[in-house]
């Protein structure tokens, strides 16, 4: 089955095994949130007063989904949580398939569409590959791209899947701190076709076909 159109209004999906870390109570415009760690990231979810009055143990395992939302001015990502279902109260009361998922890291995937696929090769006989894709909300150009990796992306105006995974960069403020920021990195793209589902009309210059007449007894 295709790419359908119903998908390409949809932003990036991500699921993913994490950790209950701390409890934070609302305040002015912040909403009462729980912290989730996963494996190269946090995740914030907001809460009912409700849960933030009986918050989980320290270490308990959580299924966490939701959207990637991407910001335009600096190419960082943010995680919005939809939703979240308690699993186990420890690591060790996982199953070795929900281990193996919470060890993954969190999975991001989405649709959308390649917007440029550039090569350039420096004096030093240095590669530089680089691919820019379009999704709901966003575009987004992958830099230094593996060499195997850059292969697989198709052309210009080609449908695509792909699986994103979060890398962390820090950078200084003009008041000397130091910020913590998630980026997205290109981890696999497949090619794919649109489901348009419309129905084929006749071919131009073909005669209309016509009903069949019923037989005669």
């Given at each position: 089955?295709?790419?359908?159109?119903?998908?390409?209004?949809?932003?990036?999906?991500?699921?993913?095994?994490?950790?209950?870390?701390?409890?934070?109570?609302?305040?002015?415009?912040?909403?009462?949130?729980?912290?989730?760690?996963f494996?190269?990231?946090?995740?914030?979810?907001?809460?009912?007063?409700s849960?933030?009055?009986?918050?989980?143990?320290?270490?308990?395992?959580?299924?966490?989904?939701?959207?990637?939302?991407r910001?335009?001015?600096?190419?960082t990502?943010?995680?919005?949580?939809?939703a979240?279902?308690?699993?186990?109260t420890?690591?060790?009361?996982?199953?070795?398939?929900?281990?193996?998922?919470?060890?993954?890291?969190?999975?991001?995937?989405?649709?959308?569409?390649?917007?440029?696929?550039?090569?350039?090769?420096?004096?030093r006989?240095?590669?530089?590959?680089?691919?820019?894709l379009k999704w709901?909300?966003?575009?987004?150009?992958?830099?230094?791209?593996?060499?195997?990796?850059?292969?697989?992306?198709?052309?210009?105006?080609?449908?695509?899947?792909?699986?994103?995974?979060?890398?962390?960069?820090?950078?200084?403020?003009?008041e000397?701190?130091?910020?913590?920021?998630?980026?997205?990195?290109?981890?696999?793209?497949y090619?794919?076709?649109?489901?348009?589902?419309?129905?084929?009309?006749?071919?131009?210059?073909?005669?209309?076909?016509?009903?069949v007449?019923?037989a005669?007894?």
């Amino acid at each position: 089955m295709g790419i359908t159109p119903r998908e390409l209004m949809q932003s990036p999906k991500f699921e993913g095994l994490g950790k209950f870390v701390y409890a934070r109570p609302g305040s002015g415009d912040w909403s009462s949130s729980f912290m989730f760690e996963f494996f190269g990231g946090q995740v914030s979810v907001e809460v009912e007063e409700s849960e933030l009055l009986n918050p989980p143990a320290v270490g308990s395992m959580y299924l966490i989904a939701g959207d990637l939302r991407r910001n335009a001015r600096n190419g960082t990502i943010t995680l919005s949580a939809k939703a979240h279902r308690f699993v186990s109260t420890s690591e060790e009361g996982l199953s070795s398939e929900q281990m193996e998922q919470y060890v993954r890291g969190l999975l991001i995937r989405g649709v959308g569409v390649v917007e440029d696929k550039n090569s350039f090769q420096s004096t030093r006989q240095v590669a530089f590959l680089s691919a820019t894709l379009k999704w709901q909300g966003a575009t987004h150009k992958f830099k230094s791209l593996p060499p195997e990796l850059f292969q697989r992306v198709p052309g210009k105006g080609s449908y695509v899947r792909f699986d994103l995974s979060m890398r962390v960069r820090e950078e200084r403020t003009l008041e000397g701190q130091t910020v913590v920021q998630q980026v997205p990195a290109l981890e696999a793209i497949y090619l794919d076709k649109l489901e348009t589902g419309s129905v084929p009309g006749p071919a131009a210059g073909s005669p209309t076909a016509k009903p069949v007449a019923p037989a005669k007894a």
